[in-house]
């Protein structure tokens, strides 16, 4: 954005989420909604089930298992968030969605550049540091407790807490890094792996009860232990 629209303009505001409290609610709903139930279920894996996070077979076994069903988790969260009603000042109630049609009836359908980049001009004006400091914080939503607690959680490393009038480009930048898992089997062992791992009930592989995706964790573990022995 600053390389397209210059710099100190607003196009891009390093820092806290505060100043963009919609995002902030996005993090807090969808930890509320999904997030939160998966960490859960991974750390009883660990306590109780014997998953070991640094064994590379064991998240290789984890993706195989249970990849597809967090991303269909992620994606019913999606489809539903995206049709939720939010206050909207001026406009009413409106769907993300809503606002994502209705935007491009009124204003053309848009994307991360120009559609002729040679013909875009960057305005002259420049935002001075102060107008930067509170630009885009929702005081009201700001007040949140809800709100407030997940920013801290989420953001521990955070050298400013507790001021929402401090802009600044982040020394690190969040990111989890997830090497590629290899499958530890060879293809025999694999495809006898597959066979018995199909033996279980169609409704218990497909059920969305987390403690039946235990139970399964379990089976599947064992049945690749048996296989390596």
């Not at 994606?75 to 809503?98: F, L």
């Not at 060879?186 to 995706?213: T, Y």
């Amino acid at each position: 954005m600053e390389e397209a629209r210059g710099k100190d303009r607003g196009s891009y505001i390093w820092g806290r989420s505060v100043h963009n409290i919609r995002i902030e609610r996005l993090w807090f709903d969808f930890t509320s909604g999904v997030g939160a139930k998966w960490k859960l279920f991974f750390q009883e894996l660990e306590c109780q089930a014997c998953l070991d996070p640094e064994l590379p077979s064991h998240i290789w076994l984890i993706h195989y298992l249970f990849l597809n069903a967090l991303n269909q988790d992620i994606m019913d969260w999606a489809n539903s968030w995206n049709n939720h009603k939010m206050t909207i000042p001026g406009k009413g109630t409106r769907s993300p969605a809503d606002l994502r049609w209705f935007s491009m009836l009124e204003d053309g359908a848009q994307g991360f550049s120009p559609l002729n980049a040679t013909a875009f001009e960057p305005m002259e004006d420049v935002l001075e540091e102060h107008d930067i400091d509170e630009y885009g914080v929702d005081w009201e939503a700001y007040q949140d407790a809800h709100i407030q607690q997940h920013h801290a959680t989420a953001n521990p490393t955070d050298p400013f807490p507790q001021n929402p009038f401090v802009v600044h480009r982040p020394d690190t930048f969040s990111m989890v890094h997830v090497d590629e898992s290899r499958c530890p089997f060879s293809d025999e062992e694999l495809a006898l792996f597959q066979h018995n791992l199909s033996l279980v009930s169609a409704d218990i592989l497909s059920s969305r009860e987390m403690e039946h995706r235990k139970q399964i964790w379990i089976y599947a573990l064992n049945l690749c232990r048996q296989i390596k022995e």
